[in-house]
């Protein structure tokens, strides 16, 4: 990949801090792919060995369980690094899907890091956005494990219909078994409670489509749990 195409992006990704001249360095054995749906980006437990920068698309990050039962951490957005969670850890520590058709900047891992030591601006950056992340998954911890099934739905269905997926159309994308997994519940437990909320005027489905009709009453069961 070249700094020329790097150039074309208008992302506003974290090497945007660089100047050209580091920019073009660290791009110098950059590749830029294009991943249909359901592709796997990498793989949990593999050996980690590049750095992961979505340009468009989403991308969904899980732990993998037994039973095919896994437990979806996050669904990653564009201009996000895919694997941040894992960056400073030898192996990734979950697995990468597609959720959509994709472009991703691919960077070998070892040039993000020389280039941080030389340039403390992007590694401040990198921890910043480490750090953001890690709150995240710390209150996704605390979700899973405190709130009752009513209180995890409502806490999925609100961050699924943030800002930050509002020109995505994230529904359309996401399975219920999908939903199920952010959850940490069941296929049946969850399908159930959607109607559930449906009939209770909580919510409006159509098809796939789920949007929020009480807004205060969904946050207020988010708090409750």
Do not use: W
């Amino acid at each position: 990949m070249s700094a020329e195409l790097c150039h074309t992006c208008n992302n506003n990704c974290l090497l945007k801090v660089l100047s050209d001249s580091d920019r073009k360095t660290l791009l110098q054995r950059a590749t830029f792919v294009n991943y249909r749906k359901k592709e796997m980006l990498f793989k949990q437990g593999s050996f980690q060995t590049s750095l992961f920068l979505l340009k468009s698309g989403l991308v969904k990050i899980f732990m993998e369980r037994r039973n095919d039962k896994n437990i979806i951490l996050k669904i990653i957005a564009p201009n996000e690094i895919i694997n941040l969670p894992s960056f400073f850890q030898p192996t990734y520590e979950f697995s990468a899907i597609t959720l959509c058709n994709c472009e991703v900047c691919i960077i070998p891992i070892e040039d993000v890091r020389q280039v941080m030591e030389k340039k403390p601006e992007l590694g401040e950056l990198f921890s910043q956005e480490y750090s953001r992340i890690s709150s995240y998954l710390l209150q996704r911890i605390k979700t899973l494990g405190t709130k009752q099934m009513h209180g995890r739905l409502a806490d999925v269905i609100l961050y699924l219909c943030s800002p930050i997926f509002e020109n995505t159309n994230i529904f359309e994308y996401l399975s219920r078994k999908d939903i199920a997994e952010i959850a940490g519940m069941s296929v049946e437990g969850s399908i159930r409670l959607l109607t559930e909320f449906k009939n209770d005027g909580l919510i409006n489905i159509e098809g796939k489509q789920i949007s929020i009709n009480n807004m205060e009453l969904m946050q207020r069961l988010s708090e409750i749990g």
